[in-house]
């Protein structure tokens, strides 16, 4: 178990957590912090606290977070710090909410909303992804809710809900371990200035699409076979455009999705467990009909899902809809909603990080320098290792 050094702004955010504890003054706590600033840590110091403390000792606490992959990340953060108690859980929210109901086979008919969570404090980690209709299904449990995210990121996908929009508590100093990171040095400056200037910094790297070669270059950087990568862009015609080249290279040559494809999930569908942004690959793929395909997908959280898909959402620019009389089949007749997903929007991406990520700087007309500043830090914070970055001069 490794010894934790709180800085001042994290002291401060734990004093202010234990006395919102102590007096219930609130159903809900938010804390903010940039990319850098300690929050799983401070997660962890705080579980160690609850455990020294007379009141909370005996006490259970449900961690959770959006996607599968970032449920695992704080579930090992928790563990090397020793912070995982066994009458704890560290599940996605949606594991905390809901349970599966089998067949008499054991499969998975469907997920409902369960009566009541076994925990005494619910802590979400990565809240800038929780959006209302999730917010509303936690509240109604009526127990605590300490919210940890991101308060520099773009609000979630649907609607314009954003938990971290008024953070009670904000942590804005980076830590000692992340001051040469050379990612979180950048994210700083997009926070503040909004540029990224053209060059190499170590692990990251600016190129021009003026360039002759920029599309060679990033043809090498997808093409490398031995780790992950996320490739984010700004407007769905550039998406698109991304996911054909990046396909061709990878040798696929049907026009829809097939066996080993990268796809993403673009609606929410509890009974089925898969929601909005959810990215996965093709484990099995057949025609069904004129409007479907028969899917099997494995998410990257290692969930599946097995159902009907629709032919007419790939690569379409804008996620149809029945309200806005762009599907093609009746509603009562839907199945789910895929597209390919080797390249993501900024908004896509949120919740998702890769060892490699590929930034497209786009900035939309509608957006004002803040939106702008916003999207870019959303985008450069997905990346781990390494950044590499193409704009125009």
Known sequence: MSEITLTPDQQTALS???????????PYLVVGGYAGTGKTTLIAYLRRELEANKTWKSKKVAFCSYTG???SVLKTKLKENGALRPSDSCTTIHGLMYRPVLDDGGQILTWDRSNSIPADLIIIDEGSMVNSI????????RVPILVFGDHGQLPPVEGSFNLMEQAHVRLETIVRQAHDNPI???????REGGTIPFGDFRTVHKYSL??????EKFESIVSRPSDEYLCICGTNRTRIGLNGRIRALKDFESEGPVTNDRVI?????????????????????KESGEHWYQAEITFDETTKFDGKILKYQFNQPKTLSDKTGTLPVKEKDFGDLFDFGYALTAHKAQGSEADRV????????????????RWLYTA??????????FGRE
């Open 380 to 389: 450069v914070t997905r990346a781990r290792e390494e950044l590499f970055i």
């Open 69 to 71: 992959k970032a449920t």
């Open 184 to 190: 979180i040095r950048l994210s700083r400056h997009v």
């Open 265 to 285: 999930c673009l609606r929410n569908n509890h009974a089925k467990a898969i929601f909005n942004g959810m990215l996965g690959t093709v484990t099995r793929m």
């Open 210 to 215: 003026s360039d002759s070669d920029a599309w």
């Open 134 to 141: 999730i917010w509303n299904d936690l509240r109604a449990f």
């Open 358 to 373: 590929i930034v497209f700087e786009e900035r939309m007309p509608a957006y004002d320098d803040e939106m702008w500043r």
């Open 16 to 26: 202010d957590i234990m006395g919102w504890l102590k007096t219930s003054a609130s």
